[in-house]
Each structure stands twice: as C-alpha cells, then as structure tokens.
C-alpha cells in the first residue's frame, strides 16, 4: 500500500507554489511580464562571471572523473576547507574543515542538523513569521515543530512567549536571519537574549539546547544594517548556509553545515551527518558545483537590486497606507493586509494580477508577502496596479 501520510500530503501543497502556478499559467494568458508575480524566492540576478567561468575552466582541463564523480561523504575536501577558511576570516571562528559538512542547500542541512541533535518526540522551537517547509523539514524527522507566536512590532523574538514555550523536551531552537518572510534581520541585542536563555535553560534542564541558525539570506544585508553572526555568540550552533541566494544558484543545491567547533560533539556531528545522508539518500552535492563555487568563495551575485527593489516598495505601501516594518535584508517584505483575512486579499489582488502571498502558512494571521527578486522594470510598473487595487477594493 502506498503511504498514506505521504498521500495525505498532496492534498495540502505549498501555498506559495500554487501562486507561482496561477502566475505562470495567467502569463500564458496576458504575457508574463503583465503578471506582476511576488511569489517565489528564485533569485533574478545572474550568477557571478567568475562562477561561470570557473565551471568552464573546470569542465574543459580537468579529468572527467575528478570532476563528475563521487565526492567523499563529508563533501569535496577542497569546497570544505575554502567554506572554513572565508567563515573564519569573516567572522573571526576558528572551523576546521572537519566542522564543515557539504550539502544540497539549505533545506540539505537542515535535514542534517536537525536528525543530529533531536530524537523522535523531541521539540523544536521556531519563531514567526517562519519558512513554511519547516513543518516537513522538522515534521519528518519525528521531532514536533513548535512555533512562538510572532512579536509584530518589530519581528524580532517574542522572548515572553519564548519562555513560556520552552521546557525539558525542547532540543533544539531553528532561527531564520535575515528572516523569510519578514526580511528582519535579528539584531545583536535578540541574539544576546536569546543566547543568554539559551545557556540558563540547558543548565536547568542538564541537557544541550542546540541553535539550528538557517542563513541562506547572510548576505543580501542593507546599508546600515548590523548583521551579527550567530555562532559568535552561542557555542551550541550549527549554522545552516546556502548558496542558492548569494550566487543564485538554487537549482544547482549547494549549502552547508557548520559546526561551532565549541559545541558539545563537536568532532563527532559530521561523521554522524555522513550516517544521516545513507539513510536519507542525500549522498553530497554535484561534485562540479562543489569544485566551482570554492574558487568564489566570498564572492556573490550583484545583490544591489534587491535594496533598490525594497526601497520602492517600501516607499509606496507606506504611502498607500499600509504599515509594514522596513526590511533590513532578503527579498522579501511583510506588509500587514488591508483586512484581516490575508487570504481573501490576496484573491483581490489576484484580479490586478498582483500575486501577493498571504501570511497565514507563515504563522502570522492579517499579512502578506511580496518576494521582489524581480526586475526593477518590473517593480515599478507594478506600483500602478498597486494604487489601483488598493483604490478599487478598500
Ligand atoms: C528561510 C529559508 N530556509 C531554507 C530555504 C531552502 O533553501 P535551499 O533552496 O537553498 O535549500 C529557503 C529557500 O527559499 C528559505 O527561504
């Protein structure tokens, strides 16, 4: 018999990828460039000219199997010692290649992460607004997910209702900054919170609380904006990289794992990750793509638009009336809907062809989504039908 928990599944499917359908298929209809489509996080800019060129000189001078076979378990040797020297030179740690496990991005390493510190029937903590694939990512493990309600003022951590959730069952806390889909980037001060609750709670309880830090959006930061880096400040961290953002390259699945090398077990987490890729058929990422991205280590897409991008945005729905907390990095913006039910105004805007993404799968009631990793061209023309359906319908 087939799976009836897998079946069950079809039924329910990831609301923003329904909108990415309905937006391709009105394309269809009126042309794709009238559908002003927020959707889907798959980044516009093009990769880097190195990256390419990287995987030309790769493909033409090296040996077929060095380049298209098997990577050891862990990862290419070269990709994880490039990962850990470009994180100690940014971010003063001290990885060693061995705390560096290669994966297919970020939802890889958090499927690696979260099976080496929790057990079936273990919580996870999880603050909204959240990355809805959390439930599968965390579900699917037999570890429960948990979420704290959202602080909507700001979107940092609600840290009442944050120690009110916590207690012995909690194993693991998963964070997401630059956030997804609020695009807040948690200061040093939420940091230093959480991690100073972090330390009370696992002397209390005699067990480890380890932070899952998902990071795929670490470099698309704002002018001015303070990005601390988490693992400086918690020594129980597994950071959670991906490079489908910073290079735009989310088809080519490319991320990473890195183990605080303080954290308990340090020495032991990649080994134990290499046991979770058997039983998950994971088995590392394209060796070619590996190779590549270790000769740009450091460098990234020109993020450039987004910023642009956000301050258009930005600037309109706060004169349209609507209130939203300025991003500080993403693609992402979180505007409050002009009624309670985010579903019904996203069905409004539907019929402007605007395709904004209602807040409730993220865990916050009355919001929006606009992924803007869109052309500016496009962006501005969209404003129009902005203006109108907000005039039309409220
Ligand atoms: C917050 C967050 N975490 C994880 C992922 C998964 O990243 P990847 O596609 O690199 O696996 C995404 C992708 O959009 C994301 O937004």
Redesign the pocket.
């Known amino acids: 018999m087939i799976s009836q928990e897998f079946l069950s599944m079809i039924s329910t499917p990831s609301v923003i990828r329904a909108l990415s359908v309905y937006a391709t298929e009105r394309g269809k209809e009126i042309g794709y460039e009238n559908v002003f489509d927020y959707s889907l ?1 798959n980044p516009s800019v093009p990769v880097p000219k190195e990256l390419t060129d990287a995987m030309i000189e790769l493909l033409t001078t090296k040996d077929s199997a060095y380049i298209h076979g098997y990577s050891p378990n862990p990862g290419n040797p070269i990709a994880r010692e490039e990962t850990a020297k470009s994180l100690n030179k940014r971010f003063g740690m001290d990885y060693k290649m061995d705390h560096i496990f290669m994966t297919s ?4 390493a ?1 499927a690696h992460a979260v099976r080496c510190v929790t057990s079936p029937g273990d919580e996870v903590l999880t603050f909204a607004p959240y ?1 809805p ?1 959390y439930n599968p990512y965390i579900n699917k493990t037999g570890a429960v997910l948990k979420v704290v309600p959202a602080d909507t003022t700001s979107f940092q951590i609600n840290f009442d209702k944050f120690q009110e959730m916590l207690n012995p069952k909690v194993q693991a806390v998963l964070i ?1 900054t630059p956030n ?1 889909p609020s695009g807040i980037v948690y200061s040093t001060k939420t940091i230093e919170t959480l991690a100073s609750i972090l330390n009370e709670k696992q002397k209390e309880y005699g067990h480890e609380i380890f932070l899952i830090s ?1 990071e ?1 959006y670490r470099e698309i930061i704002f002018d001015g904006v303070d990005a601390p880096y988490v693992s400086k400040f918690y020594d129980n961290t597994l950071s959670c990289y ?1 490079y ?1 953002k910073s290079l735009s390259i ?1 088809g080519e699945r490319l ?1 990473y794992v890195a183990v605080n090398p303080k954290a308990k077990d340090a020495d032991k987490i990649v080994a134990m990750c290499c046991q979770i890729s058997r039983g998950t058929g994971h088995n590392c990422p394209a060796s070619l793509i590996q190779l590549a991205v270790a000769k740009c280590m450091g460098l990234t897409s020109d993020l450039s638009v987004y910023e642009r991008n956000m301050n258009i945005l930005y600037k309109e729905l706060t004169s349209l009336g609507f209130e939203v907390v300025k991003p500080g990095g993403t693609f992402y913006i979180f505007p409050k809907a002009l009624e309670d039910d985010a579903i019904a105004f996203s069905e409004k805007a539907k019929k402007h062809d605007l395709i904004l993404v209602p807040s409730n799968s993220f865990g916050v009631d009355g919001y929006f989504r606009m992924a803007y990793c869109i052309d500016t061209e496009k962006v501005e023309r969209s404003l129009e039908a902005l203006r109108k359906f907000v005039k039309e319908e409220y």
């Not at 991005?105 to 890889?108: L, N, Q, R, W």
């Open positions: 996080g991005g970020a939802a890889g958090i990355f694939e997401n997804n998902d795929p991906s489908s989310p991320g």
